[in-house]
C-alpha cells in the first residue's frame, strides 16, 4: 500500500467526519462540566470540588471555628422584616397585633425547613445560610409553594429550603454564562411544573453526584429562576469551564483545601508516632529449638501458622493480660522518635486562616499577635461583617417581598431585612465587652480633658444624651435643665457607677 493512497483515505474520512459534525448537535460531550443539551443550551454544573470543600469546613477545627464566628457575629444584631404596611410587617414578625392568617410567631419563625423539619425560624437558617456561602461558594434555596399551588404562576410562598447545589446542573444560553429566563421555553423541553424554562435541573445524572454515582435513581426536578434564591460567593466573569462560566461561585476554602489537607495529614502522621513511641515498636524472633537424642537431632520450628496465632494474640494484649506459649522467642524493643512539629503546624495554622473572613485572634489562636496588628484585623473584619450583612440583607429582601407579592392579603411595599438592632434602641444599650471598654477610654479621657469644668460647659445635657449616648427619647430624664449640685453624695456615686469616676466637684 502506497503512502498517498493511504493519505487520501485519512482525508477521506477527515472530510466525512467533518461533515457530520457541521449538522445539529443532539447530545456531545464538550468537557468534564459543560455538557451541549442541543445547539441553544448549555447543561453547566458546579465546581467539582464544592462539596469537599464543605467536607473541609466539618471536618478541620480552626476552619469550623473561624467560619462559625464569623456567622455569629454576623447575626448578632439579629434580624427583623420591615414593611411600609403594618399588617405586612406583623404577618412576617408576628406579635399582638400580627393578622389571623399569620402564623402563630410570624412567618419568620415558621419559614424555614433545617434538619428536614418544616416550619423553623429564619434566624439559624440564615445562619446556615451563610455558612454554606463561604464554604461551597454557592447557595442554592427553593421557594417552597403551598400544597396543591404549585402549577400556579403566582402561588404563595411558604418557606425556604436549602439545594445542595453538587446534585444540581444549569442550564445557559449556547456558550454563555446567562442561565435561561422563565419565559424563553421555546428552545429548552425542560420545563417547571408551572410551564416555565428550566434555569436548574436537580438529580441531573450529569451533576458532580450523578456523575460519581453513575446516575440517579430520583426523578429530575426542574427550577425555573423564579423558583431559586442564588447567592454566590466570588463569582468569576466566566469564559473558562474551570470557574464554571461564572455561573457559580468560589468556596472560601478553595485557596487553603491543600494546606488544610496536609495540615490534617500532619496531625495523623504524629499521633501515629506518639502512639508508636508510647506502645513502642517490637521484634519478635521465632526460634528453631534443637533437640539432642542418641538416635537423632530433633528440630522444633515455629510454622507460619504458630506464628500468626501468637501474633493475633499478642495484638490486643493489655496491662496484667498473660499469653502462653510453648516454643522459644527472642522479644526486642526499639522507640521511635517523634518530630518536634510545633512550628510546622502553627506555620499551617496561618495559611489556612489567612483566607478565611474572621481575624486569628477571634478564634483562640492569636497569642503571638500584638495589639496594634489586631487593631488592624478588627477594623477590616468589621467592614466584611458589614459587607455580609448587607449582601444577606439584600439578598433575602428578593425573597420576602416574593412573599409579599404572592400573598393576596399582603403589601409588598417597603418590605426589607433588616440585619441591625432596633432603630430606637440605644447603641450604648447594645455594646460587647470590647465596645464598654472604648468607651470607658474615651470617657476616661474626655474627663480629664475636662478637668473641674462642669461637663454641660462643653456640650448641653440633653446634647450628650441625644447625640453622643444616642439615647432612646423616652429614657430622657423630664428635667434636663434643672440645676445638679455635683458635689451631692448620690450624684457623685451615679457618677462614679456610670462611667468609673467621681465628678470634679460642684459650686460651692
Known sequence: MSVTSLTGRVRGRVEALAAGLSQQVESVTRNSRIFIENSDVDDLNPPDDIDEYHDLYREVGIIRANINQFVRDVTKPGVRIEADDETTQAYFMGGEGAPDFAPTGGFIDNCAVIGGEKHKPFYPFLGVTIAQRWTRGTNLIELLKQDGSEEKPDGPITGFKHIPPETVSARTYANTNILLDPDDTKISDEVTKRGEAAAYVQFDD??????????????????????????????????????????????????CATDAEEYQEIKRDRARAVKTKAYGVWDAQFNTEVTETPDEVILTEWSDDDQDDWLDGVEGLGPGDIIGHDGSIELNQWEPSVPDLDDTLKHYVSDILAPLPAPKYATAFGESIANHVSDRQENSYQDTIEEERKYQSRSWTQAFRAVAERHPKLDPSGVRVLIEPEEEASPVMSLDDDDIERLERFANAFDKIRGDQPTDMFADPAVLLQMVLQLPEEALPSDLDADVDESDPEVQAMAEQLTGTAPAGGDD
Open 206 to 255: 450529569n451533576s458532580i453526584v450523578g456523575r460519581r454515582i453513575g446516575g440517579f435513581d430520583k426523578d429530575e426536578i426542574t427550577f425555573s429562576q423564579n423558583d431559586i434564591l442564588k447567592q454566590v460567593l466570588n463569582p468569576d466573569i466566566g469564559g473558562d469551564d474551570a470557574t464554571e462560566d461564572g455561573v457559580f461561585g468560589t468556596s472560601i476554602i478553595e485557596s
